[in-house]
């Protein structure tokens, strides 16, 4: 069913060249719940962020999509919730080209050094280097200011293969 069901969302994503969802792209689904009544969330997102009417838009190609399959809906049932959206805040990052999206934001990194050791950084993404194979990221560390003056730490770059998750935070 999974297959089937990403093979759709492919199709119809592949197909948003010159309409208001062009540029979008896939990031993950989830399938939940039975025959009688099954939820399939489906996140997207795109290099500018993504627009509720993007989500309104591809959810509505999808369902028709769904819906003209007779095999879709002998796998779905007739009874199914579709939810299109982008992952919101607090939510990993899944693919590089998301970093790109989150210039000048707030994002808690945990990654491992060369010894393997892993270690967790909050602080603003200032440069996203996407280079084939290589890409990085430099952050500027949050500093926790307390009595007194804080000091100012270093800008720190991380090579993505060494990112092991990577989270926008919202700033207090």
Same mark, same amino acid.
């Given at each position: ?112 050094? =060369? +010894?393997?050791?892993?270690? #967790? !950084?909050?602080?603003? *993404?200032?440069? /996203?280097?996407? $280079? %084939? ?19 100012? =730490? +270093?800008?720190?770059?991380? #090579? !993505?293969?060494?990112? *092991?998750?990577? /989270?926008?935070? $919202? %700033?207090?």
């Amino acid at each position: 069913m999974q297959e089937a069901l990403l093979k759709c969302v492919h199709e119809v994503l592949s197909a948003t060249a010159g309409t208001k969802a062009e540029g979008v792209y896939f990031i993950g689904m989830t399938v939940k719940g039975s025959v009688v009544h099954r939820k399939i969330d489906v996140v997207v997102d795109a290099d500018s962020g993504v627009r509720i009417d993007q989500c309104a838009f591809l959810s509505r190609r999808l369902r028709e999509r769904l819906e003209e399959d007779e095999e879709m809906i002998g796998i779905l049932g007739d009874n199914f919730d579709l939810v299109v959206g982008s992952p919101g805040l607090g939510e990993p990052i899944i693919l590089d080209r998301q970093y790109g999206r989150h210039v000048g934001r707030l994002l808690r990194v945990s990654y491992s050094d =060369l +010894e393997g050791v892993e270690h #967790e !950084l909050t602080g603003h *993404l200032l440069e /996203v280097s996407l $280079a %084939e194979g290589a890409g990085s990221i430099m952050l500027k560390p949050r500093v926790e200011k307390k009595k007194g003056k804080g000091e100012e =730490l +270093e800008n720190i770059t991380l #090579e !993505l293969g060494a990112v *092991l998750r990577a /989270v926008p935070e $919202a %700033e207090i």
